[in-house]
C-alpha cells in the first residue's frame, strides 16, 4: 500500500482496505483504468435498536461503489462493503453513517470539493475524464455546488468597492455590491437599508481590506461603512452627483415650459430634455442656437442659464481633475451664481446636498483609482436582462445567475480574487445555474485613468427604468415635462 492509500483510510476511520483492484472501463468512445479500492468495515456494530430498544440483527451487506479522488491521476472508486441491521420490531435499518462521504452524490466529500473547483475553471469534459464519470455528472455535481456556494465560495475582500442599487420588478430593491479595482460583481443583497448593510459588512471576510467605498448619497450608509469597515473611507459618485445637477436643470426646464402654450413650447429633434442634458460641446450647431434663442427671451432665459449651471457644475469636476482645492473653489464660485428664483431650488436643493456630503464628495480627488460606479450600470443592466428572462425568479436564482456566470468568476479568477472556503454544508434558500451564453456580458471597457463626465450617461439618476436607446438616445417612452421631478 502506497502513501496515497494511507491517506485515504484516514478519511474513512471505520474501514479497511483490502485489495486494490485496477478494472479495465471500456465506453462507446474511451477506455480507461479505474481503481477500485474494495473495503470492508470494522467499526463497532450497534447492538441495540436505537428506537425501540430491540436487539438488532444482522441484515446482510451492500457494496457502495463511491467516487473519490484520482490515484496517481487515474479514475478511482471506493468499493464500500455496507454492513446492515435490522430492527425486527419497528424495522430500523442500520448502516454506518460515513462522514466524508456525500451520501446524495455517492462520492467522498474532498471529491466533490475537488471536481467543483476543478469546473469553475475546466470543461467539463476534462473534469469527467479525470475522475472517470459522464460530463452529466459534472455538471450536477456543479450545479450542487453552486446551490451551497454561497457559505463557502468566497470572494476576496475588494480594496474599492461600490455600492449601488436596483429596482427589480416583483422582488423590490437590490443593492449591488462590486469590486471595483477589478470590475466584477462582488455580490448583491436582497434589499436596500441600514440593517441589511452592516449585517452584511459585519459578516464580510476581513473587513479592513475595504480602502474605499464608492455609492450613491445615501446617509443610511454611513454607519455601516464607518463602523464595520473600520479603513474604508466614502467617497460618493460623482455620477449621482452630477444627476443631480440635470434634475436641478429639468426642474426649470418644467416651469418654463409650463409658462408656453402648447404651440410656443421649445422643441428639439431628441426632446428638450434629451438636448439640455447633453454635454455643450456634444450639441450640434442647431441645438446651441436654439438655446442662444432661449437666452435672448425673459420667459425662456432660465433655461440658458440652468443650461450653463448645470455645464460649469459638471465642469467642477472636468476642469479641475488634479486639484481639490480649485475644484472645492469652483464649487463655492458656483453656488454664487445661483439665482434667487424659486423655479431654480432645485439647484439649492444641489448646493445642500453638496454640503451635506461635503467630504465624500471631495474624498474623490484623494482616491488612487478612478472610483465610479459606472461600470455596475452594466452589471444592472445584466442583472435586469436576467431578471426579465427568468420572469418571477427569486432573488437567489438571479443572485445566483449574475454572480457565478463565467465572464464574471473568470475576471475574478484571473485577478487572483477567488478561493474556496471551508466546506461549509448548509441547509436553506438555493440558486439554480443555467447556462447564460446568450446574455450580454461585453460591457466596454472605460480605459481612461481619472473622471471624465463626458462619458457621463445623461439618463443615469434621471428616473429609475427610464427607457431609452442608450446608441441613439432616443427616449423610448415620452416622458412629460408636467412631471414631478423625483429628489
Ligand atoms: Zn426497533
Not at 436654439?290 to 472636468?318: G, Q
Not at 450580454?440 to 463626458?454: G, H, I, M, Q, V
Request: aromatic share 10%; proline share 5%; glycine share 4%.
Amino acid at each position: 500500500m502506497d502513501a496515497g492509500t494511507d491517506i485515504r483510510l484516514m478519511y474513512f476511520p471505520g474501514f479497511a482496505i483490502n485489495s486494490l483492484e485496477e478494472k479495465e472501463v471500456k465506453k462507446k468512445n474511451e477506455a480507461f483504468k479505474l481503481n477500485v479500492f474494495n473495503m470492508d468495515y470494522t467499526g463497532e456494530l450497534p447492538v441495540k435498536c436505537p428506537n425501540c430498544g430491540e436487539k438488532l440483527i444482522g441484515h446482510g451487506k451492500r457494496p457502495v461503489l463511491i467516487v473519490d479522488t484520482p490515484l496517481k491521476a487515474e479514475p478511482a472508486r471506493l468499493n464500500m462493503n455496507m454492513p446492515r441491521r435490522r430492527c425486527l420490531k419497528c424495522n430500523y435499518l442500520w448502516t454506518p453513517e460515513v462522514q466524508e462521504i456525500d451520501n446524495n452524490h455517492l462520492i467522498t466529500k474532498r471529491a466533490f470539493a475537488d471536481i467543483t473547483q476543478k469546473a469553475i475553471k475546466q470543461p467539463f469534459i476534462d473534469v469527467a475524464k479525470e475522475y472517470g464519470i459522464s460530463v452529466n455528472t459534472v455538471k450536477n455535481t456543479f450545479i450542487d455546488f453552486l446551490n451551497e456556494k454561497k457559505s463557502t465560495l468566497r470572494f476576496t475582500t475588494p480594496a474599492f468597492l461600490g455600492i449601488d442599487e436596483i429596482k427589480i420588478p416583483k422582488l423590490g430593491e437590490v443593492t449591488v455590491i462590486t469590486d471595483l479595482e477589478h470590475r466584477t460583481l462582488y455580490d448583491m443583497i436582497e434589499g436596500r437599508n441600514q440593517e441589511l448593510l452592516r449585517k452584511y459588512f459585519d459578516e464580510l471576510p476581513n473587513p479592513e481590506n475595504v480602502l474605499w467605498v464608492c455609492s450613491d448619497m445615501y446617509r443610511p450608509f454611513e454607519k455601516p461603512i464607518h463602523i464595520d469597515l473600520p479603513r474604508a473611507r466614502w467617497v460618493v459618485d460623482h455620477y449621482h452627483v452630477v444627476a443631480y445637477a440635470n434634475k436641478a436643470m429639468d426642474s426649470v426646464r418644467i416651469h418654463v415650459q409650463n409658462q408656453l402654450s402648447k404651440e410656443k413650447r421649445i422643441k428639439t429633434k431628441k426632446g428638450l430634455a434629451y438636448t439640455l442634458r447633453t454635454r455643450l460641446k456634444r450639441l450640434s450647431t442647431e441645438e446651441q442656437l436654439l438655446i442662444r434663442e432661449c437666452r435672448k427671451n425673459p420667459v425662456t432665459n432660465p433655461i440658458a442659464v440652468a443650461f450653463d449651471l448645470k455645464e460649469e457644475f459638471f465642469d467642477i469636476y472636468d476642469e479641475h481633475k488634479n486639484s481639490k482645492a480649485d475644484a472645492q473653489e469652483a464649487f463655492a464660485e458656483w453656488e454664487k451664481k445661483i439665482p434667487e428664483d424659486k423655479s431654480f431650488d432645485g439647484f439649492q436643493k444641489l448646493v445642500g446636498t453638496v454640503h451635506n456630503f461635503y467630504e465624500q464628495i471631495f474624498n474623490l480627488w484623494e482616491c488612487p483609482i478612478y472610483i465610479t460606479n459606472g461600470f455596475t450600470e452594466c452589471t444592472n443592466r445584466l442583472i435586469r436582462e436576467n431578471s426579465v428572462k427568468g420572469r418571477g425568479t427569486s432573488f437567489d436564482i438571479l443572485r445566483g445567475r449574475t454572480l457565478y456566470r463565467k465572464a464574471n468568476l473568470e475576471k475574478i479568477e484571473a485577478n487572483g480574487m477567488m478561493y474556496i472556503g471551508p466546506h461549509i454544508p448548509q441547509k436553506g434558500s438555493i440558486f439554480h445555474y443555467e447556462e447564460t451564453k446568450d446574455i450580454r456580458d461585453d460591457y466596454t471597457e472605460d480605459e481612461s485613468l481619472f473622471f471624465n463626465s463626458y462619458d457621463y450617461d445623461p439618463f443615469i439618476g434621471l428616473r429609475p427604468g427610464i427607457d431609452y436607446d442608450p446608441e441613439t438616445g432616443e427616449i423610448l417612452q415620452e416622458f412629460e415635462d408636467k412631471e414631478e421631478v423625483e429628489w
